[in-house]
């Protein structure tokens, strides 16, 4: 009867074992960078009227939508040459009809899933869409954040960005254009 030597087949299991470590450790994804911006963009639905409004915030600001007061505190994006990944941690506090102020969200939502991370609310609906560097939106009094390139209103290639000075966002519980004349009946 033969006996195999178990020394010599330890390096052997040990050389094999630290190679699928090696390989293991390899295949997990570097963590992307991550992009801070000063300006996080948010749309808005007004169920009553249908409208769907696009509005910029700036991080530390507080916007009103309606009854509810948007306050974004960071907004992260990812460079170009990464996965897309637009993300915001976001506080949505409701004004009750006695003008008392109730936190109805606290946390993160991300743009690429505005369903599972939005406010829903009875009368509003705001979601995240995307995270900028820029703005049409002049800065608030007192800004003190990262500088922020305010672009002309029609300049703006990125789309969106209307409202966002710290007063209600224009359109979210603006005028209903006038209904069109109905054609006469024979």
């Not at 994804?29 to 009553?48: H, M, T, Y």
Request: charged share 15%; glycine share 10%; net charge negative.
């Amino acid at each position: 009867m033969r006996q195999i030597n178990r020394m010599k087949s330890k390096p052997v299991f040990g050389t094999a074992l630290a190679g699928a470590l090696v390989c293991a450790l390899a295949a997990v994804p570097a963590r992307a960078d991550v992009i801070e911006n000063p300006v996080a963009v948010f749309s808005g639905l007004d169920k009553i009227t249908g409208r769907i409004t696009s509005f910029d915030v700036y991080i530390g600001e507080t916007v009103q939508f309606g009854a509810l007061q948007v306050t974004p505190r960071v907004c992260h994006t990812r460079p170009q040459t990464e996965n897309p990944l637009t993300t915001a941690f976001v506080q949505v506090d409701e004004v009750t009809l006695n003008n008392e102020i109730q936190r109805i969200f606290s946390g993160w939502m991300f743009a690429a899933s505005p369903g599972l991370h939005g406010v829903e609310h009875a009368v509003y609906d705001v979601w995240l869409t995307d995270c900028r560097q820029t703005s049409t939106v002049p800065p608030p009094a007192g800004y003190s954040g990262p500088p922020v390139t305010v672009v002309e209103e029609g300049a703006d290639t990125l789309g969106g960005g209307a409202a966002g000075t710290g007063e209600q966002a224009e359109g979210a519980m603006g005028t209903v254009p006038a209904p069109r004349p109905k054609p006469p009946l024979f």
